[in-house]
């Protein structure tokens, strides 16, 4: 096969945070009043080297999502897969639990070398993030996990994470303060944004995905024996999901 990469826009999680039930997340209005889908739909122009796929639920309220997705044009290497269990807190726990689970989309996605997480409810699109140039990244550095980032505290409303690389520029220490921390001590202020480059021998790891459960603590292990490296964003990203009380507005 010629691509190597499956870009999975993770979508199987409901809106149960904005005050809905049982309504896919990424259906939601953003204040464009499009769906969040929308932003993460925009990758698809990306094709040298990379598949796609959406990563849904075969659940009635998931039938808006795949009527939206079938009335866009879809390209070549554009496919959907299901999820068989229960949503995650942390979608790249999600996608590690369901590959383990050696069914429909274990058989889909481990055909790839390589796998991109991207959070279909982000305001995050093509613009803001090349695919070729991060998959390329992710090649030269013989990575194993590559997590992408914009430089900066980019909004007062987003996380205020920090980054810490060792001399060989891969990440040694990744952490989340407060939203009214102050300046770092140490490390970088850096704005994450959800997205992770993994190649499927990581995913596929039982122990390394119980490490990934630790969220930013579990990082350092994964570097360690995995080459964790980042890839950086023009700053200008800000980070923000929308609320329950700005939804749709």
Do not use: C
Request: proline letters at 6%.
């Amino acid at each position: 096969m010629a691509n190597d990469t499956l870009a999975i826009i993770m979508a199987a999680g409901y809106g149960r945070r904005m005050g809905t039930i049982d309504v896919p997340k990424v259906m939601l209005p953003n204040r464009e009043g499009r769906p969040f889908i929308a932003d993460a739909l925009t990758f698809l122009r990306y094709d040298k080297g990379i598949d796609f796929a959406v990563l849904s639920r075969r659940e009635p309220s998931f039938g808006p999502l795949h009527d939206y997705l079938g009335s866009h044009p879809q390209r070549e290497g554009f496919s959907v897969v299901y999820q068989e269990r229960k949503p995650e807190g942390l979608h790249v726990l999600a996608l590690m639990n369901e590959y383990a689970r050696r069914g429909t989309f274990y058989d889909h996605a481990s055909r790839y070398l390589n796998v991109i997480a991207l959070p279909g409810d982000h305001k995050l699109t093509a613009d803001q993030l090349n695919l070729d140039d991060l998959a390329a990244a992710h090649k030269i550095n013989n990575s194993g996990l590559t997590m992408v980032f914009s430089r900066g505290w980019n909004s007062p409303k987003a996380h205020k994470d920090h980054l810490d690389l060792d001399k060989k520029g891969r990440i040694r220490r990744y952490w989340r303060e407060s939203r009214d921390a102050k300046e770092p001590k140490i490390g970088e202020k850096v704005t994450g944004t959800g997205v992770w480059m993994l190649s499927t021998q990581l995913v596929g790891s039982r122990k390394k995905a119980a490490i990934s459960a630790l969220g930013f603590w579990g990082v350092p292990f994964l570097s360690g024996y995995s080459n964790a490296f980042p890839y950086f964003i023009e700053p200008g990203w800000d980070g923000v999901r929308d609320t329950p009380d700005t939804i749709g507005k």
